[in-house]
C-alpha cells in the first residue's frame, strides 16, 4: 500500500511564505500522478495544484501566481511551495496519489493525513 506524509505546515504572517513536502513510499514514484487538496473548515475538498508523471502542472485560479507544485522522483517527494500567503490560503493540506495499475481501470488514490497551514492578518 503506498503511504504519504506531509511536513511543513504551519503558521505564517499574510505575505509569508511556506513548503510543503510529502514524502511517498512506493517503488514506481516517478509513474504516479500527485496533487495537493486543501479543505477549510466549513468547505469542500478542492484541488489546489496538480503534477503529471511528465511535470506538466495545473493550479487552481486562486492560487495561480502564488503556489508552485514540483516533483523530485530521485527522493519520492512532491512539493508546493506556496509564497504571497492569504487568510484565505487556510485549511489542512493533503497530498494525493493517483496510480494506475491496470491500463484498462480508472487510477487508485491515496491519502496522506494531512498539514495544516494556518494564514493570520
Known amino acids: 500500500q503506498v503511504q504519504l506524509v506531509e511536513s511543513g505546515g504551519g503558521l505564517v504572517q499574510a505575505g509569508g511564505s511556506l513548503r510543503l513536502s510529502c514524502a511517498a513510499s512506493g517503488r514506481t514514484f516517478s509513474t504516479y500522478a500527485m496533487g495537493w487538496y486543501r479543505q477549510a473548515p466549513g468547505k469542500q475538498r478542492e484541488l489546489v495544484a496538480g503534477?503529471?508523471?511528465?511535470?506538466?502542472?495545473n493550479y487552481t485560479d486562486s492560487v495561480k501566481g502564488r503556489f508552485t507544485i514540483s516533483r523530485d522522483n530521485a527522493n519520492n517527494t512532491v512539493y508546493l511551495q506556496m509564497n504571497s500567503l492569504k487568510p484565505e490560503d487556510t485549511a489542512v493540506y493533503y497530498c494525493?496519489?493517483?496510480?494506475?495499475?491496470?491500463?484498462?481501470?480508472?487510477?487508485?488514490?491515496?491519502w496522506g493525513q494531512g498539514t495544516q497551514v494556518t494564514v493570520s492578518s
Open positions: 494525493n496519489a493517483a496510480i494506475t495499475y491496470r491500463a484498462a481501470y480508472p487510477p487508485r488514490s491515496y
Open positions: 503534477i503529471t508523471r511528465g511535470s506538466s502542472t
